[in-house]
């Protein structure tokens, strides 16, 4: 049961993709991530920790699911050690093998883990109500979403997304919350790994001399260009891969009058957010080195929710360089700008190393006629 703590907070800390893999034992990649792991873990003390998705990848958890439970084990290591519960949401990674039962089977193996299907069969959908101190009764509800791996026709979109028996689900359970709490709405706080397409929202077209630091759609919003919008804050690296299809989850959230923040993975460079109908949505960039990365600017955010009043909450983000930590993974260009800078950088260097060539051509081409 979780349960507000005796200082009546519920802190709650969030990691975005980890991407972690087989070669964990010795990489300095895992290194890096385990020591933003830790110094967060100190510095916030979480009462729960929450794996966005794309958390660790397998292609045997069929044939091998020990060896997956120890990888797993061994990403979560210094959460687990301390005790803290870990609750993990399944990304388009952890549906790539096509083995989600056995995965959700070994997620569950494992103590102080929490992944279920408790809603639609084979379905990673779950909640979590966080109760008063004493136990007695139920002030928020956390819910974790399965947002599927690609969608079966291209044509309509790339990703997939929650489905319509999903949230269905979804609908009827929010509506059992709330009779149960005297007729109102359940504070409630989302937690799923694609994003919306409403994370658009947060976004708005770039005029022309906003180009050079703009962002391309993605999927059929491919050919416009995107910076934050006004009210929107934090840093927008690549264009949100949210599908191109509107599944009417966000409505569905706004209809329960419950949800008052959702946080996302998936997009492993940004980590903007901002308020969309009143409801906070919110980004997250890897917490980790092994899949593209932000540079040294990959983050967690800590989540702060009041006994007082759960519909409040109070969030942050933390990069690795503001723990003070050093990467070892990183080389010298990675380790002090972020992906967007250096790649500014390098394609500033061919731009130039392709002048001088050019003018060193003309140079002699001129000499050799003379
Ligand atoms: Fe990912
Ligand atoms: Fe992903």
């Not at 010795?26 to 003390?45: E, G, H, I, P, T």
């Not at 947002?147 to 059992?176: G, M, P, R, T």
Request: hydrophobic letters at 35%; aromatic letters at 12%.
């Amino acid at each position: 049961m979780l349960k507000f703590n005796s200082n009546g907070r519920f802190g709650i800390l969030l990691f975005g993709d980890l991407h972690e893999s087989f070669d964990y034992e010795d990489s300095k990649k895992f290194k890096d991530m385990q020591k933003m792991m830790n110094a967060a873990l100190d510095m916030y003390r979480p009462d729960l920790c929450v794996l966005l998705g794309d958390n660790y990848y397998t292609t045997n958890c069929k044939k091998d699911p020990e060896g997956f439970i120890a990888g797993v084990k061994a990403v979560c290591g210094p959460i687990l050690s301390r005790k803290i519960p870990v609750a993990a949401i399944m990304g388009n990674h952890e549906h790539d093998p096509k083995c989600d039962e056995e995965i959700i089977a070994a997620y569950n193996k494992i103590e102080g883990m929490i992944m279920r299907s408790d809603g639609v069969p084979g379905k990673a959908d779950f909640k979590e109500l966080i109760y008063s101190q004493d136990g007695k009764k139920p002030l928020a509800c956390l819910w974790f979403l399965d947002s599927n791996n690609l969608c079966e026709d291209a044509s309509v979109s790339f990703y997939d997304w929650v489905h319509e028996d999903q949230i269905e689900w979804f609908e009827k359970e929010s509506a059992k919350l709330k009779e149960e709490n005297d007729g109102n709405p359940l504070p409630s706080y989302i937690f799923q790994h694609i994003p919306i397409p409403e994370e658009y929202r947060l976004l708005r077209k770039a005029k022309l001399p906003e180009l050079p630091w703009a962002v391309e759609g993605f999927g059929k919003r491919r050919g416009t260009h995107y910076v934050k919008a006004r009210g929107t804050v934090g840093y927008l690296g690549e264009a949100p891969a949210a599908p191109d299809y509107n599944g009417g989850e966000f409505e569905a959230w706004k209809r329960t009058g419950a949800v008052k923040a959702a946080f996302f993975g998936h997009d492993h460079l940004n980590d903007f957010s901002g308020f969309v109908d009143g409801i906070f949505l919110a980004q997250h960039k890897t917490a980790g080195f092994r899949a593209y990365t932000d540079g040294c600017h990959s983050c967690v955010r800590y989540l702060e929710l009041s006994e007082r009043n759960p519909a409040r909450f109070r969030q942050e983000l933390r990069h690795f360089k503001e723990f003070g930590l050093k990467s070892e993974s990183l080389g010298p260009v990675f380790k002090n700008f972020t992906d967007r800078e250096a790649m500014a950088l390098h394609a500033a260097g061919y731009s130039a190393a392709a002048l001088a060539s050019i003018g060193a051509l003309t140079y002699f081409i001129k000499k050799i006629k003379k």
